[in-house]
Each structure stands twice: as structure tokens, then as C-alpha cells.
């Protein structure tokens, strides 16, 4: 079973990066990225504010495969577009030249869930639809905010819509002040509320499923 680690993010200018769902926003919109613009990415993140060399580049890109490097700037105009980057005034790739490409946005890293564990071994999950985002031990904030631990991109969310705590006094959710409310089993949460096994969670118009995983561990998750 597949696991969306949400909270692993690079967030920069208006986009976010998530590489355990392998997901790229901009704004509040997602933007698709082949495989390979997704692979250069990652790898200008991770190695940023080093300048990636064009063989190193190739080496992960295309490991197996004989390719000019002259497919290449093909891929970094499809990651330009992807991020509203401008080649002539870019903010977020450099291109250094014969030499390689470098990743020079301001980035905010947000921790993966995975490093905050609960006590007690669980893992706390939401449903949304097809995702299963795991939630960490203490605050997990929700809402369209890039930032935010769950991050929903739905108009009816409010940038900082609510808070799901975990900690030795269980699980609780409150509502932050949120246009369209937080609801738990169809009743709207006006403070702290316990959440249990399998309760609906209202959030704007999105209905959302806590579940706890007993059996789960994840150290195996695919990150």
C-alpha cells in the first residue's frame, strides 16, 4: 500500500514540490511533469545551490540509455514552463553554460511526517479520495496554504482551515476561524474535538477520513 508522505515539500516562489506523491503545485493549480522533468527537478532541489554538471544530470535522467545531451535543454524549457520560469530572466533554473544547470529560488523545507512519529508506533492517516497523507505527532495544519501539513487545494478551504493534534492526550481537530467550517461526523467543530478510528471530517465542501493504522510501519513506505 502506497502512502502520501504530504508533509515531505520544497516550497518556492508560488510552487511546491512534494517528492513522495511525486506532486508539483503552482498556485493552487497541479502541474504535470513527465517523469524525466520530474527526475531533473528533484535533483537541482536536493543539489541545490551547487551547479549540477550536464554528465551528472545525464547519469541520473537517462541512466541507462544512450542519449545526446543535446535533449537536455528540451527537458529544462519543459521544467521552465512547468514552474512560470522565464529563460531570459530566470529565478529558479541557471543555466551555467557548457557546464550544467543550477537551482537558485529561495526553497522553505517543510519535515516529513515520517520523522514525527507518535509514541505510540501508529500511524495517523487522512483519506482524500485516492491520497493517504500520514500525520505526524503534535500540529498538523490543513488548508490551501503550500505550507500547511495537509495541503488542499479545493476553493472552499481556507488557507488555514483547521488543526489536527496528536499527542499523549490522543487525537483532537480545531477549527481555525475557517470560512465554510470544519465538520467531524456531520457536526461542526466549534473547539477542540477527540477524532476516532474511521470519523468523517468535513473540510469546506471536501470530506476527509481519519484512520489509524496499527499494523502500517513507515520505515517501509516508498518515499
Not at 74 to 82: F, I, K, Q, S, T
Not at 128 to 157: E, M, Q, Y
Request: hydrophobic letters at 35%; aromatic letters at 6%.
Amino acid at each position: 500500500m502506497e502512502y502520501d508522505f504530504a508533509q515531505m515539500r520544497y516550497a518556492f516562489g508560488s510552487c511546491t514540490l512534494d517528492t513522495a506523491s511525486r506532486r508539483l503545485t503552482r498556485g493552487e493549480q497541479d502541474v504535470h511533469l513527465s517523469p524525466k522533468a520530474f527526475e531533473l527537478l528533484r535533483l537541482l532541489v536536493d543539489a541545490r545551490p551547487r551547479v549540477v554538471t550536464k554528465p551528472e544530470i545525464m547519469q541520473v535522467v537517462w541512466p541507462e540509455a544512450n542519449v545526446v545531451d543535446a535533449n537536455l535543454p528540451v527537458l529544462v524549457g519543459e521544467l521552465r514552463a512547468a514552474l512560470g520560469d522565464r529563460s531570459s530572466a530566470s529565478s529558479i533554473v541557471r543555466t551555467h553554460h557548457t557546464v550544467g544547470y543550477s537551482f537558485i529560488a529561495d526553497v522553505r523545507e517543510t519535515r516529513s511526517a515520517a520523522d514525527r512519529r507518535p509514541a505510540d508506533g501508529h500511524v495517523y492517516l487522512l483519506h482524500s479520495g485516492s491520497r493517504k497523507i500520514v500525520l505526524g505527532a503534535g500540529p498538523n495544519s490543513i488548508g490551501r496554504d503550500p505550507d500547511c501539513d495537509v495541503h488542499l487545494t479545493d476553493p472552499s478551504v481556507s488557507k488555514v482551515h483547521a488543526r489536527i493534534t496528536i499527542d499523549d492526550r490522543g487525537v483532537q481537530i480545531t477549527d481555525l476561524q475557517s470560512k465554510n467550517g470544519t465538520t467531524v461526523q456531520g457536526k461542526p467543530v466549534t473547539g477542540p474535538t477527540p477524532l476516532s478510528d474511521g470519523d468523517e471530517i468535513g473540510v469546506g465542501v471536501l470530506k476527509l477520513f481519519f484512520i489509524i493504522d496499527k499494523q502500517f510501519d513507515t520505515t517501509t513506505a516508498t518515499l
